[in-house]
Every structure is written in structure tokens, then in C-alpha cells.
């Protein structure tokens, strides 16, 4: 009998029986334990909880509906606005603050959800109402279920670790892409160069915006895109060279110094382009002589769909290593650009590595195939590795960077007064941040409203 199916004898489920004496008895002890130990109890409002179903969607062009993959579930989200009261309560919330300040993870005994591993995620909120509601502080906090840091911590360098890892995969995949491809005949080639050249085009779009940024990458990048389009011919016939100049062409932007949102952002569309394009999963290949119905049904040029798979595959995972050499190459001042830098690559990945196992599935899911359409795993291995070390080491390094903050105006003040309060600063650095981390524009920069939060960090 399964969990559901215990709850539901619990309760009488179907019939009029109900559990005794009633659900406020089996409320559990608030408190939170921090990861050097330490105990505090809390008070509480509501409880809720968030999670996140991990699912895929693909849509055939030969049948009707659509099929979605189900692949189990994110950790859940615990949001909490917690309590602190009495006379002591200043004092209850400066050691509570300092416990959600501590790298590690802790324990939340949650009153409705039991004892769970946690970390404090993202931005959290003190209230002290000295004026209404005295003898009280609020935390608003959001507490992410957390299984530990499963990813490997290198010792020395991981940015080096992970841009060697990356050069591994560059090889190996580079290899692998060499001998699936199958271009021998007139109609594969032309077929081939056309898909290439409309992925060129399209990684040209998406990426020249960020790497405008810096004129020596955006001469790099230029220097590729037209040595790929002078050589497109010559390049095409030698699929392994290919395969390196589409990895310099893709990586070069990542190193812009471009803001980090906008380099995640534009790899991550990039990879959502051809996620959702019209051949976005590949038809299975037969190989051999045949009719409709028959085994080995398919002419040789059937190898123009795998091609064109093969083709995604290489700029797709591109584009995930273009966001890992992102990360690698900028320098992080708040955990909360770190965590959500850290969770844009996973989300990626996880992206990747499904849409990969679809196609995989598909184009070797038959015992005519003579192509190689199948995953030998040694590209796959060194992009695992990459991915793992990066963004193990953002989580570890999140927890010493500068926490966000926010503050909530009482009266209409200009970002000067603000920075000088917040920052002790009214530099133009100073001032442009808070402009950028509030989306400030108009009339707020000039004058910055009665109530308006304004995001901050330290």
C-alpha cells in the first residue's frame, strides 16, 4: 500500500470516518537549526508550499496531440513568514539573521511538513515594527528543500577544472559528430550545408548582441562567423574540423563582458530556438532496399534527418557550454545572481539532456540503422563533469557573496538619498547598480515613489 493509500484508510476516505481528535494536533514544533547548530524556535502564519513537476513537451508532425515526459520533481519550496515577539525580540531576530546568513545547510522543523534540509533561498525580508505592531519582527523567508551538494568540489581551481572538462568534451563530442554524420551522397551534402549554414545564421543573431559588447569579441566572433561562411564548402566535407569552428564561434561571446543575465539569456534562447524548430526531433533512418511496411523500408537519403539532429546537437551543446564559459569568465559580488546563474545552467542541461534522449531514441530505435545514432557517452560524460563542477562551486561560493536585501520607502526620496543610507555611497557605480537591480526608469530615477522596494545588497 502506497502513501496515498495510507492517508486515505487514515481517513475514512469514501466513507464518514474522520481522524481524531484533528489536524491542529498534529502541528510539530517550529524551529530552525543553522548548519554550525545552532537551535532558535520561531511563530508563524500560514504554510504553503511550491514545487515544480519536471516535465517535456513534444509535438509530431505525423500525429495528432502531443506527447509530454514526465521525469520526476523538483525539490519543494517551503515559503515562510516567521515570527519573533516580546521584548527580546530585537535580539531573537539579530541571532535568527545571522543563522540565515551561515554557508551550509540547515535544518527547518516545519509545523506542518516535519524536519527538512534546507538552505535559505534567494532573497528574504526583515521587518522591525518599531512603531505599529511593537515587540515584533518579521522574517519573510523562502526555504528550498536541498538533497546536499551532490556536485563534486574540486580542489585548487574550478573555474580551471571546468574549462578543462570543457575542452575534453569539445574533443570528444568533436570526434563523435565526425563519425555519425553521413554525407556521402550529393543530396545528404547539400541537405547538410543548408542546415548548417541556417544554425550559423541563427547563432549569429542571437549571440552578436552580447558580444557587441567588448569590440575584441566581437571581432573574434566576426573573424569566425566569416571564416565558417568563406570556407563553407571545404568545411563541410571535413566534419571534425566543423565541429571545432562551431565551438570557437559559440564559446567567444560567453567571455563578453556583457552583463551575466544577458549571456545566460541569450545562449538559453539560442537552445530554445532549435528545441522548438520544425525538425527539432529527428524521424527514425532505415537503412536498405524496401517499401512502406517492410523492414529496411528507406533510401539512403534518410540519413538527412539524424544530420540534422546532429546539427542541433552540436550548437545546442554549444550553447550549454557557451553559458558554463559565461559563468567561468565573470565575477560574481551577490549570491543571488550566483544561485539563479547556477539554476539557468541546470535548467538548461536538464533541457539538453531530455531533448537528446528523445532523438537518440528515436533515430536508433531500429535494427536497420548502419548510421551511428547512438550515444557513445564520452562527450556526454566530460559536459556532465562540466556542468557539476560550475555549478557546485556557484552554490559553495553563493554563500559568501553579498545577500539580497530589501527596503521598502516610508516616504518619496530621490537614489541619492537612498544610496547614501543603504551603501554609504553616491558614486555613479553605486548609482547605476541600484538603477539596474530595480529596473528603475523615468520619473523613478528622479524621484523614487512612497512605497517603492527597492533590492539591495550586502
Known amino acids: 500500500m502506497g502513501f496515498i493509500d495510507d492517508l486515505k484508510q487514515a481517513v475514512g476516505f469514501g466513507g464518514t470516518t474522520e481522524v481524531e481528535p484533528g489536524w491542529s494536533t498534529r502541528l510539530k514544533k517550529a ?25 517535456s513537451a513534444f509535438e509530431f508532425a505525423d500525429a495528432d496531440g502531443t506527447y509530454v515526459q514526465h521525469k520526476g520533481t523538483s525539490s519543494r519550496v517551503f ?91 569539445d ?15 550529393a543530396s545528404e ?49 571535413d566534419p571534425l574540423t566543423l565541429a571545432f569552428q562551431t565551438k570557437i564561434l559559440l564559446g567567444a561571446p560567453g567571455r563578453a ?84 546563474a547556477a539554476d539557468e545552467v541546470l535548467d538548461l542541461w536538464d533541457q539538453t539532456t531530455e531533448w537528446q534522449d528523445t532523438n537518440y531514441e528515436s533515430i536508433g530505435d531500429t535494427t536497420f540503422s548502419t548510421l551511428g545514432n547512438t550515444d557513445t557517452g564520452e562527450g556526454y560524460q566530460q559536459l556532465q563533469k562540466a556542468v557539476a563542477i560550475i555549478t557546485g562551486f556557484l552554490i559553495d561560493v553563493s554563500f559568501t557573496l553579498k545577500q539580497e536585501r530589501v527596503y521598502k520607502l516610508d516616504r518619496a526620496r530621490t537614489i541619492i538619498d537612498v544610496a547614501a543610507e543603504l551603501y554609504q555611497d553616491v558614486g555613479d557605480a553605486t548609482l547605476d547598480a541600484i538603477i539596474e537591480n530595480n529596473s528603475l526608469t523615468g520619473d523613478e530615477i528622479i524621484e523614487l515613489p512612497k512605497g517603492k522596494e527597492i533590492v539591495y545588497y550586502v
Not at 40 to 52: A, D, F, K
Not at 92 to 116: N, Q, S, T, W
Not at 282 to 311: E, I, K, R
Open 31 to 55: 524551529s530552525y537549526k543553522s548548519p554550525s547548530g545552532e537551535e532558535i524556535e520561531y511563530e508563524y502564519e500560514n504554510v504553503s508550499v511550491n514545487g515544480r513537476n519536471k516535465t
Open 79 to 169: 515559503p515562510l513568514r516567521m515570527f519573533f515577539s516580546g521584548n527580546n525580540c530585537d535580539l531573537l531576530a539579530d541571532i535568527f539573521e545571522a543563522m540565515i546568513r551561515e554557508r551550509g545547510v540547515g535544518k527547518l522543523e516545519h509545523p506542518r511538513y516535519g524536519v527538512i534540509d534546507v538552505v535559505p533561498f534567494g532573497r528574504w525580508r526583515r521587518t522591525d515594527n518599531l512603531v505599529n505592531n511593537a515587540n515584533q519582527v518579521i522574517f519573510d523567508v523562502t526555504w528550498f528543500k536541498t538533497i546536499g551538494i551532490i556536485y563534486p568540489t574540486t580542489e585548487g581551481d574550478p573555474q580551471s577544472a571546468t574549462l578543462a572538462a570543457i575542452e575534453a568534451f
Open 171 to 185: 574533443l570528444a563530442s568533436a570526434e563523435q559528430f565526425a563519425g555519425q554524420v553521413d554525407i556521402d551522397s
Open 189 to 237: 551534402l547539400a541537405a547538410f550545408k543548408d542546415k548548417y549554414d541556417a544554425l550559423v545564421k541563427k547563432a549569429s543573431n542571437v549571440l552578436r548582441v552580447i558580444s557587441e559588447k567588448q569590440q575584441k569579441i566581437s571581432n573574434q566572433f566576426d573573424d569566425v562567423v566569416d571564416s565558417i561562411n568563406a570556407g563553407i564548402d571545404v568545411l563541410v566535407a
Open 257 to 340: 563582458l556583457s552583463l551575466i543575465k544577458d549571456r545566460l539569456e541569450a545562449y538559453k534562447n539560442l537552445a530554445g530556438d532549435i528545441f522548438s524548430g520544425p525538425d527539432a526531433i529527428a524521424t527514425p533512418v532505415f537503412d536498405g532496399p524496401g517499401s512502406p511496411g517492410n523492414p529496411g523500408f528507406g533510401p539512403g537519403n534518410d540519413s538527412q534527418s539524424p544530420n540534422a539532429f546532429h546539427l542541433n546537437n552540436l550548437f545546442v551543446t554549444g550553447a550549454v557550454t557557451g553559458q558554463i564559459i559565461s559563468v567561468v569568465f565573470n565575477e560574481f559580488e551577490n549570491s543571488t545572481d550566483a544561485i539563479e
